[in-house]
């Protein structure tokens, strides 16, 4: 069960989780424009870098790397697929610079990659809900999304529960051919299904008896407002903008290959 | 009920028995909440509810791995499932509702973001035109297979006008977007179209409606 690790809702507290999610959703963007700007590996680098003081600040570490590992099937695809297209459409013959712009290519993949995930690993479902909110998204949708995100974890233990009861019945689940495992897969998925529908009909009692839906406008006791903190990441933010922009317009950038003189 | 006799036992034991009936009766005959000025929500508390615990089933499906591919791409146990379930059940309008949160939950676990008309095209739309197949509730299999190739088409565009163009220029985007998108939903399709056949044939696509 270490894959819902990551989905474990709990409260964590660091500089980074209580900023605006506004706030980490602009700089997020602003990284994003920036991958986008670049095609060489330098700035792609340093782009990479800069997230690593972000995530040591929020003690993300473990769940970064994980996400890291999940992005790097699509990247080593990415690299494998620009190297051969190269090596293929050249007359089979490989430069350094056809390497770097594989490998400039796959990073700005998880550049981008990684900076959503750390916006999602620093904030919680619940600020996520609020600043849903807030932008005037109804708050249904942001309650099935905040509400779905907080179940994965017991529907995901309901479903291991279910695949353990079914195993010691006798269902061998890891055995056979692909289309026997799948037949195998249905006597945990009735179940499964019967009662999830049993949980959302309490959940819909839970939420009549609370009255759901009474009131017209709902006042939320906690406020998204921007802080002291939220202030010095709009600072970096516009920075790394105007940084961004100055090295487009006006610095050449060397590549690697050259500044070796390949 | 149970509880509520033996309390009113407890009471009044010299009571006579027309009030222990009375009382059971108000219970049995529950009337419905009715509140002064309610507001027309969006859904109702019951589907709402539904939507909800049916995209934490998908997302928690997501991650069981039944079987992983020779070429490292991986078979989810039926992720779609409960999506193309609940649009067979409610109606497609729900279940495109449904997968765009899905969709959306998916986006917030493995962020592939280029483009915000990128991530629409992959994460809400791809998902929540799952929801098509609520449109065939006769036959389940031909609105799974619908849905499943709708998500292909979706995945199929945004890899031809995004993917493609950025991460290889020189393969053809047509076949590097149909090959890549193909080599999972493929299974995929295999997997959950046998999936929904079964559960059509054990009847429990309808229970508790």
């Known amino acids: 069960m270490s894959v819902f690790d990551g989905l474990k809702f709990r409260k964590v507290y660091s500089p ?75 007359g089979y013959t490989l430069t350094a610079a056809n390497i770097e712009g594989a490998a400039a290519m796959t990073l700005r993949f998880v550049v981008l990659v990684e900076s959503f995930s750390v916006f999602f690993l620093t904030t919680s479902p619940d600020h996520l809900g609020l600043a849903l909110e807030q932008s005037k998204v109804p708050y249904e949708f942001s309650f099935a999304f905040t509400t779905a995100v907080r179940f994965v974890p017991v529907l995901a233990e309901e479903a291991q529960t279910i695949m353990d009861a079914q195993k010691a019945r006798g269902l061998e689940l890891e055995k056979g051919n692909f289309l026997k495992r799948i037949r195998n897969y249905v006597p945990v998925l009735i179940p499964l299904i019967v009662s999830a529908i049993r949980r959302s009909l309490e959940l819909a009692e839970a939420m009549e008896s609370r009255a759901w839906g009474a009131t017209k406008k709902r006042t939320n006791l906690y406020a998204l407002k921007f802080h002291r903190g939220d202030y010095v990441l709009l600072a970096i933010t516009i920075g790394i903008l105007v940084l961004t922009i100055f090295t487009f317009l006006y610095i050449p950038i060397p590549t690697v290959s050259h500044l070796l003189g390949f | 009920m149970t509880r509520l006799r033996g309390q009113l036992k407890v009471l009044s034991t010299q009571r006579n028995l027309n009030q222990i009936i009375l009382a059971e ?109 609520g449109l065939f509730k006769k036959q389940p299999i031909i609105g799974a297979a619908t849905a499943i190739t709708a998500r292909f088409i979706m995945h199929f565009i945004s890899g031809v006008v995004y993917w493609a163009p950025l991460y290889v220029p020189e393969l053809n985007p047509y076949i590097y977007s149909a090959v890549y998108n193909g080599s999972y939903l493929v299974p995929e399709l295999i997997v959950s179209g046998i999936i929904v056949y079964l559960l059509q044939k054990s009847k429990v696509l309808n229970v508790y409606l």
Not at chain 1, 33 to 48: E, M
Not at chain 2, 54 to 70: E, K, Q
């Open chain 2, 25 to 133: 009766g108000k219970t049995v005959n529950q009337t419905k909440p009715n509140y002064p000025n309610k507001p027309r929500n969006i859904f109702s508390t019951r589907i709402l509810s539904e939507i909800t615990i049916f995209v934490a089933l998908a997302t928690a499906l997501s991650f069981i791995i039944v079987y992983t591919l020779p070429q490292g791409g991986s078979i989810t146990a039926g992720s779609m499932v409960p999506i193309i379930w609940l649009a067979l059940r409610r109606g497609p309008k729900i279940g495109l509702i449904a997968g765009a949160i899905h969709g959306t939950i998916q986006f917030a676990v493995l962020p592939y973001f280029i483009d915000p008309i990128q991530m629409l095209l992959d994460y809400q739309l791809a998902f929540g035109v799952l929801g098509l197949a």
């Open chain 1, 16 to 90: 980074i989780h209580n900023l605006d999610p506004r706030m980490k959703f602009i700089y997020v963007i602003i990284i994003f424009a920036a991958a986008i700007l670049f095609s060489s590996i330098i700035p792609l680098v340093v782009l990479f870098l800069m997230q690593v003081p972000f995530v040591l600040l929020a003690r993300v570490q473990k769940q970064w790397v994980r996400s890291l590992r999940g992005a790097l099937f699509l990247a080593l695809f990415i690299f494998v697929i620009n190297i051969a297209t190269n090596y293929f459409s050249q």
